[in-house]
């Protein structure tokens, strides 16, 4: 198992932007997808972006198609997030995940390896 440990969240103004970073380590890092999850007060988590790092295929949920950009840096074996005009909406705690991308809106197949989150506060 992978491990994962995020940073970058924070406090930040509606429409303003935000960048948060993942750093992955271990020995047995062998999942094909790397991205993030979100989880708000009182809903359910949800998927909202993969990474291939077999051919470098992205995936978003509808929530944040547009706004958010996954970007990965393979020789510092670090996934990174940029999150764009973020919305009161947007307000959770947002955690790096491992695992296998899904397509058809679904974002993830199957997770391995969490990370323990990090929270992000968007003020309006």
């Known amino acids: 198992e992978v491990q994962l440990v995020e940073s970058g969240g924070g406090l930040v103004q509606a429409g303003q932007s935000l960048r948060l970073s993942c750093s992955a380590s271990?020995?047995?890092?062998?999942?094909?997808?790397i991205g993030w999850f979100r989880q708000a007060p009182g809903k359910e988590r949800e998927g909202i972006s993969c990474?291939?790092?077999?051919?470098?295929?992205?995936y978003y949920s509808n929530s944040v198609k547009g706004r958010f950009t996954i970007s990965s840096d393979n020789a510092k074996n670090t996934v990174y997030l940029q999150m764009n005009s973020l919305k009161a909406a947007d307000t959770a705690v947002y955690y790096c995940?491992?695992?296998?991308?899904?397509?058809?809106?679904?974002?993830?197949?199957?997770?391995?390896?969490w990370g323990q989150g990090s929270q992000v506060t968007v003020s309006s």
């Open positions: 271990g020995s047995t890092f062998d999942d094909d997808g």
């Open positions: 990474l291939s790092r077999r051919d470098g295929t992205t």
């Open positions: 995940a491992a695992g296998t991308c899904a397509g058809g809106g679904s974002v993830w197949y199957v997770i391995d390896s």
